[in-house]
């Protein structure tokens, strides 16, 4: 477990590593990013005041010192620091995930158990069918024809943002559905691959977990199918973590462009401005962020499975 | 059947993407007319419709086949030369060798590709094809790595491996004329839903304007020309988007289908070699 926390503190460093190479390498700096109508000498006191004149090692060393302390420069575009920047963006985008997570496991999961337990029947290979389809769906694709059909075309959602600009004088109720109603597109969007995946890996898991030794000895108990099913499922739920673990960078991508397109203010959409406005700051803080989050993940699943199975305990 | 019908789409989607020059009446690049044939619904002379420079999409979406599929192809390769040469190394080397190669694999699990794609697209600001087909192939390696270690790892316990060192075949050998060919159907399995995999990765990259550089188009590009005005223009969007789909549906499709066929044929042939040893694990992770 230690390791695997070690592991996590790592995987930050590395990212924070390859940012700083990837800024490092990249043709101009914050301060060419001014543009070419501001004079040599306001760009060189801007280096100065940026550090950017030391050497190599001494940013490097500054670099990653202040990203310990959890600073992560000043975002030329927005003119705060983009600490500031991601503190406001990073809840949104754990909504984001988070509620996707949660939506994709409980659909994902049931569908794949009830597959799993009927495979290879008529019903078993159709669901099969329409999951690989929905899966070969690219997010943002479906995120554009989500778009187009319920919020241009049928109108019930709203297109993009995260309240309404009346939000504010809305009562409590309304406002919870104000948010529940800018959450759903964006949220099926981003859950339908995952609910396939999650069926695949379940249908399989849940398929082998019937062959198993113990079933047998659960049917022969006179168990009804029901409990053995209930037993079957138990064992079937190691390889739906595993995969939740592996999950986060795929769905960190999704979000990405899915909050681009339904302009989600999460990082994805703190990033694409960042990238727009040639925000290195931003650019690098999002690698460094978002590799953290999926070591998090990797970290919660690893942890999610010693509770589940005894036997990955102590190894 | 699956096999033979994705077979069949893939067989349909590569003439298309070889022979767009000819399928196609217009320039995939070119404005036909800004004044007429801007931004045309479909037609029977633009099938696909026209889009706001007045460029035939149909023209568009069979010229970005070949951009998109070769793309994915080719950084799928990449992958594959990649990580079937460091996976082989830790399985074949074992050891301190390999758990170093783990170690960093599981590293670089975690940082996400897409974010690194888009901060270096950013940062030089234009890249060209060729360099985004190294950047994806580079950055997507990992787990063809981890499976091909694992396999490696398995196989080398086998008999006839054995056999081979017993009678002095040296280590280059061993992996290239006894080992590989126990990997061919993980790599092909894993290859058809890593170019699936690929094609949406790069839609996405050049939907955000960060891929492909016009005038080029593959099929992410036409999208994201189309998004500003799927309010108006359907067509820029549903119809790239179903090529996608139908690209991405066939080699995933495809990848399901020879996973199944090398399984059968994997546990029916470890059988009578040896029992106690597990079929490999054929499983990739079909994750995107």
């Known amino acids: 477990m230690l390791s695997r926390l070690a592991e996590s503190v790592v995987v930050v460093f590395f990212a924070a590593t390859i940012a700083f190479i990837l800024l490092q390498l990249a043709p101009g700096d914050q301060a060419t990013a001014l543009g070419e109508t501001v004079s040599p000498e306001v760009r060189a006191a801007y280096r100065e005041r940026l550090g950017l004149d030391q050497p190599v090692p001494t940013q490097y060393l500054r670099w990653m010192s202040a990203i310990a302390q959890g600073d992560f420069g000043w975002s030329s575009g927005q003119q705060r620091p983009v600490a500031a920047l991601l503190r406001d963006a990073i809840p949104n985008t754990l909504l984001l995930m988070g509620s996707a997570l949660v939506l994709s496991l409980s659909c994902g999961v049931v569908l794949g158990a009830w597959q799993g337990a009927h495979a290879n029947t008529r019903r078993d290979t159709a669901i099969s069918s329409a999951l690989l389809l929905l899966y070969s769906i690219p997010e943002f694709l479906l995120a554009l024809l989500l778009l187009l059909l319920f919020a241009f075309t049928l109108r019930w959602f709203p297109s993009g943002g995260i309240t309404d600009d009346l939000h504010r004088f809305l009562s409590p109720p309304q406002q919870w559905l104000d948010r529940v109603k800018h959450l759903a597109l964006p949220l099926l969007s981003l859950s339908v691959v995952t609910i396939a995946i999650f069926a695949r890996y379940q249908r399989a898991a849940m398929r082998d977990a019937m062959t198993q030794p113990f079933i047998q000895t659960a049917r022969a108990k006179g168990l009804s199918e029901a409990q053995v099913r209930r037993h079957a499922r138990r064992a079937a739920v190691l390889p739906v973590i595993t995969v939740t673990g592996l999950l986060f960078p795929s769905l960190l991508g999704g979000a990405v462009v899915v909050e681009q397109i339904f302009a989600w203010p999460g990082m994805g959409w703190v990033l694409m401005r960042g990238i727009g406005s040639r925000d290195t700051a931003v650019v690098a803080a999002a690698v460094i962020v978002g590799s953290a989050m999926t070591a998090l993940g990797a970290l919660l699943a690893e942890i999610a499975r010693e509770v589940v199975d005894p036997r990955v305990r102590h190894t | ?288």
């Open chain 2, 1 to 288: 059947m699956a096999l033979r019908r994705s077979i069949g789409v893939l067989a349909l989607f590569a003439v298309a993407a070889i022979a767009a020059p000819w399928l196609t009446p217009y320039s995939p690049t070119e404005s036909l007319d800004l004044i007429t044939a801007k931004l045309r619904p479909p037609s029977w002379a633009h099938p696909f419709g026209t889009d706001r420079y007045s460029r035939d999409v149909l023209s568009r979406v069979l010229h970005g086949a070949r951009v998109s599929l070769a793309v994915a192809s080719l950084a799928v390769l990449l992958s594959l030369l990649i990580g079937t040469t460091i996976g082989a190394a830790a399985g074949v080397l074992g050891g301190r060798v390999e758990r170093a190669i783990r170690g960093g694999i599981d590293v670089l699990f975690s940082v996400p590709p897409l974010l690194v794609l888009l901060a270096v697209a950013a940062l030089w600001e234009g890249l060209s094809t060729a360099s985004l087909v190294l950047l994806i192939g580079g950055l997507s390696w990992f787990d063809v790595a981890r499976l091909v270690a694992d396999e490696t790892g398995s196989l080398m316990t086998r008999d006839f491996v054995l056999a081979a060192q017993a009678t002095g075949v040296r280590r280059l050998r061993l992996l290239r004329h006894h080992l590989f060919p126990h990997l061919v159907p993980l790599l092909a399995v894993n290859g058809t839903l890593g170019i699936a995999r690929t094609i949406s990765l790069e839609a996405g990259l050049s939907f955000l304007g960060l891929g492909i550089r016009p005038p080029a188009a593959s099929w992410g590009t036409i999208l994201g020309d189309g998004a500003s005005m799927i309010q108006t223009a359907w067509w820029l969007t549903v119809f790239p988007g179903v090529a996608i789909v139908l690209a991405v549906l066939a080699f995933n499709a495809l990848g399901d289908a020879l996973r199944d066929r090398f399984a059968a044929r994997h546990v029916a042939g470890a059988a009578d070699t040896s029992p106690l040893v597990e079929p490999p694990r054929l499983l990739p992770a079909p994750l995107s």
